[in-house]
């Protein structure tokens, strides 16, 4: 007899251990939040994302890294592709060294923006029985590294690829 294959339930990391918050909470929130999840001596970030719930506690949207980062000035991401110049060149141009200064007098006042503004959509999510492959296929396809994971049509967790590469190696004996 063959051990059943794991499925998504296996592998959920409960909703109250994974970060979230509400939309009309702020990105200062979602700092400490994010800031809340580490581990080890050097507090090392568990999650790179958390998720948004709107006030009927239905999942509506995401929050990565990198949308945090965004926000605190859109200087950084629309610097243009700079082509080269006498003996000069690189992707990116020399004012982002000339606005560090502004850049760092200007983040703080950034901490009341709601998430609301900056949340990404959630395109996916994962049911609890689905197989792993299943979620696997739906976690690479979309280039992604955490799913929610639903019961009917409330969010009971998460699932991340972390999770899924130790049980899918495990399971192959890798």
Do not use: H, Q
């Given at each position: 007899?063959?051990?059943?294959?794991p499925i998504a339930r296996d592998l959920v990391i409960p909703l109250d251990k994974f970060p979230h918050l509400q939309e009309t909470d702020t990105l200062h929130d979602a700092?400490?939040?994010?800031?809340?999840?580490?581990?080890?001596?050097?507090?090392?970030?568990?999650?790179?994302e958390l998720?948004?719930?709107n006030d009927q506690q239905q999942l509506v949207g995401r929050v990565a890294l990198q949308d945090?980062?965004?926000?605190?000035?859109?200087?950084?991401?629309?610097?243009?592709?700079?082509?080269?110049?006498?003996?000069?060149?690189?992707?990116?141009?020399?004012?982002?060294?000339?606005?560090e200064e502004s850049?760092?007098?200007?983040?703080?006042?950034?901490?009341?923006?709601?998430?609301?503004?900056?949340?990404?959509p959630v395109n996916r999510v994962a049911k609890?029985?689905?197989?792993?492959?299943?979620?696997l296929s739906m976690l690479l396809h979309g280039d992604e590294l955490v799913l929610p994971v639903i019961n009917d049509a409330s969010v009971t967790g998460f699932i991340r690829l972390e999770e899924i590469f130790k049980a899918v190696c495990g399971y192959c004996k890798l």
């Open positions: 007899m063959t051990a059943s294959k700092v400490k939040t994010l800031l809340s999840f580490t581990c080890g001596e050097s507090e090392r970030l568990l999650y790179s998720f948004v719930l945090m980062l965004k926000t605190l000035d859109k200087r950084l991401v629309e610097i243009p592709k700079v082509e080269r110049f006498e003996g000069k060149g690189g992707e990116y141009s020399n004012l982002a060294i000339l606005w850049f760092f007098l200007e983040c703080a006042k950034k901490k009341g923006t709601p998430l609301k503004i900056i949340m990404n609890e029985d689905d197989s792993l492959v299943k979620v």
